[in-house]
Each structure stands twice: as C-alpha cells, then as structure tokens.
C-alpha cells in the first residue's frame, strides 16, 4: 500500500495510547512507542525483469525527482518553524516512496521510538528493494495549527490538513500500478521537539478530519 494512503495509516498505536521506552509521552494526541531501530544492512542486489517501456520511463523519472525544498524558518524554534518542519516531512513522503531515498527523512526524525518513522522506513526499503516506486505526487496544505506541549510533556502538536493527488504505486513485477484515488480533508498529526538547532520527528499519525 502507499506510505501515506495505507501502511502509515495504520500505525501501532492509536491517539493518546503508547509510550516511549523511557516513560516519556508524547503530547497527548499522538503515539509514541518503541520499535528497532532502522537496519544499516544493505538490501541484497536483485535481478529485475525488464519493464514494459512506459513502465521504464516512470521509474526512471521517478528515480529522478528532486528533493523538495526546505522552508524558510524551519528550524527557528517558534510556532512557524514547528509548522514549516510538518509540512516539510509531509512534502518527503512523496519524494521518499518515488526515489527509495531516506536520508532527508531520517535527518529530520528520531533515532528510536517513533511508530511512524519506522513505518516510513521499512515500507520504502520494501518497495524499493524489489524495484518498486510510486510516481510523484502531490500534496497541498490548506490548514495547520500548532499546540506547546502540554505540562509534562516534551513534544509540540502540529496538525496539517491537507488534499492529496492519486498515487500510482508500482510493485516492479511489470504488473499495472495500484492505484490510490486522490484525498482530500486528510487531517496528520506530527509530534515534534526541538533539539540540537531543529525540528525533530517524535512521532505521527494521519486520519480523517471530522475524527
């Protein structure tokens, strides 16, 4: 399934209802808990098939997407750079599943404890590995808002709401793509502490708005 559209969806823990392996919390709306930790092994070499054409030239341009680009202020450490960092990470998630890159990503979260990093991690490594990509795709914010953390807690609330295009997602099989209708109202919940001159992901979850 898409990062975004299903697996990430669906993190291990609901609102509220985990946390971290050091009895910390996150604010009170996301999750936190404790999975291991990204593997540095690289993945063994496959030998792919060879793609359809039209398929060929998807990935390859896939492949070839640019990063997105760094809000200005997001690392200042106020309201607006918490927000800029959301929609930044949100912005990689597109770039993350087209590419298989994750180094932005993993600059911009947190090292352990984080459901949602984790998901990212290994739902790109899977694809990837067997030659899949998603073509690019766009997101679109329309609100956001912030919350300080709450009394005993470390972590600041931002939530995006957002519209998103249809994701085509291929497995590299040279199968047709599946494809994943374009949302809009999508509401995302980031978890975010400050640390070390920057925004860093604690945790984060996507449902609907009216939830």
Request: proline share 8%; hydrophobic share 30%.
């Amino acid at each position: 399934m898409g990062v975004l559209v299903g697996l990430l969806a669906a993190t291990a823990c609901g609102l509220g209802g985990c946390s971290r392996a050091d009895g910390t919390a996150a604010t009170s709306p996301t999750s936190m808990s404790s999975p291991a930790t990204a593997s540095t092994t690289p993945s063994p070499t496959l030998s792919l098939p060879p793609l359809p054409p039209q398929q060929e030239t998807s990935r390859q341009a896939a492949l070839a997407t640019p990063p997105p680009d760094r809000p200005a202020g997001m690392d200042e450490q106020t309201p607006e750079g918490a927000i800029a960092t959301a929609e930044y990470l949100l912005s990689l998630i597109p770039y993350i599943s087209a590419t298989g890159d994750l180094s932005l990503w993993q600059e911009h979260t947190e090292d352990s404890g984080c459901v949602f990093c984790q998901s990212v991690t290994d739902n790109t490594n899977s694809l990837h590995a067997q030659g899949g990509w998603e073509e690019i795709w766009n997101t679109n914010v329309t609100q956001s808002g912030y919350a300080d953390p709450e009394q005993g807690y470390h972590y600041s609330r931002v939530d995006l709401v957002f519209d998103h295009d249809a994701v085509y997602r291929y497995d590299g099989s040279g199968s047709d793509p599946q494809v994943y209708e374009a949302q809009t109202q999508k509401m995302m919940t980031f978890a975010l502490i400050y640390r070390d001159g920057q925004w860093l992901l604690g945790e984060a979850e996507v449902y609907e708005e009216d939830q």
